[in-house]
Nanobody
Framework: QVQLVESGGGLVQAGRSLRLSCAASGRFVRINAMGWYRQAPGKQRELVATITSGDSTNYADSVKGRFTISRDNAKNTVYLQMNSLKPEDTAVYYC????????????WGQGTLVTVSS
């Protein structure tokens, strides 16, 4: 069984920073693309940022210049450094990964809540 475990959410004031982490564990051959999505109350889940196994990145326009996604392939971990946080960044953040076992799997973490106060 392969799973993603997230950490790093919490309550923070606007303008401050938080760092989210997500580690993949279990039996797999490799992890391909990884990413972060978020879902605010009453809204659909949306992409925040993705990173390929070759470190190519993609960001939502709303977070460009403020958030940075990175990964440590040796640890099968993806990070999201969030700077200059805004109240509109408040959401549950979900980690996503494409894992290769005997087949291809799309994995989701359990979600971690980020609350930004004004």
């Amino acid at each position: 069984q392969v799973q993603l475990v997230e950490s790093g959410g919490g309550l923070v004031q606007a303008g401050r920073s938080l760092r989210l982490s997500c580690a993949a564990s279990g039996r797999f051959v490799r992890i391909n693309a990884m990413g972060w999505y978020r879902q605010a109350p009453g809204k659909q889940r949306e992409l925040v940022a993705t990173i390929t196994s070759g470190d190519s990145t993609n960001y939502a326009d709303s977070v460009k210049g403020r958030f940075t996604i990175s990964r440590d392939n040796a640890k099968n971990t993806v990070y999201l450094q969030m700077n200059s946080l805004k109240p509109e960044d408040t959401a549950v953040y979900y980690c996503n990964a494409a894992a290769v076992t005997t087949r291809y799997l799309e994995l989701w973490g359990q979600g971690t809540l980020v609350t930004v106060s004004s």
